[in-house]
């Protein structure tokens, strides 16, 4: 979908988001396949927004005007592609939305789960936004290319293997929308 334009910057999560990646992906969801249903909701979503917007700025779509959520999968390569035509992301919203997990009340939720849980499906979705990470019980690598919907700012490229940090760089696409590309484990 995109070529990287300069190099990367290097981020870390939050400590409570490194934590939370953890747990999640070693013993919160017992249904691995909980992952797809989690991107195609926020695909879904994305699109969502974008109609929304459409409604008060109809030309905002220019020709790109059935909305489409599309899974793909490249066994040769070990990948599985969501890509959507929904209201994309900016770099802050990318940092806001995919670069921080957590909100204030994560550490005490963390604490409790840790003390009362010990392996199991409890259920974080919705709670923290942490559908998304989902991922890395699959994938040991997610690259996310994403282009806002309206914005003149450049398409933007973030990518984790879910140890804590995440690269940001700007990309080339001139598609709205988002790509996710998940690097299945073996």
């Known amino acids: 979908m ?9 981020k870390e999560f939050q400590a409570e988001v490194k934590q939370l990646l953890d747990l999640m992906i070693h013993s919160i969801y017992s249904n691995k396949e909980i992952f797809l249903r989690e991107l ?4 879904s979503d994305a699109i969502d927004k974008a109609r929304f917007d459409s409604l008060t700025n109809p030309d905002i779509l220019g020709e790109d005007k059935n909305f489409q959520i599309r899974v793909r999968i490249n066994s040769e390569e070990k990948q599985i592609v969501i890509t959507d035509n929904g209201i994309g992301m900016t770099k802050e919203e990318l940092i806001r939305n995919i670069g921080t997990i957590a909100n204030s009340g994560t550490r005490e ?3 409790r789960m840790k003390q009362e849980q010990k ?3 409890v259920s974080l979705i919705g709670q923290f936004g942490v559908g998304f990470y989902s991922v890395f019980m ?3 690598k997610v690259t996310l290319v994403t282009k806002r919907l ?3 700012e450049s398409a933007w490229r973030w990518e984790s293997t879910g140890d804590g940090t995440y690269t940001l760089e700007e990309a080339s696409t001139e598609t709205r ?3 996710i590309i998940l690097h299945i484990k073996e």
Do not use: H, I, R
Not at 2 to 10: F, I, L, Q, S, V
Not at 40 to 43: D, M, T
């Open 177 to 179: 929308g988002t790509e």
């Open 109 to 111: 939720y963390l604490n």
């Open 2 to 10: 995109a070529e990287a334009t300069m190099a990367p910057e290097k």
């Open 138 to 140: 699959v994938a040991d």
């Open 40 to 43: 195609v909701s926020n695909a």
């Open 119 to 121: 392996g199991g499906d």
């Open 150 to 152: 309206g914005s003149e």
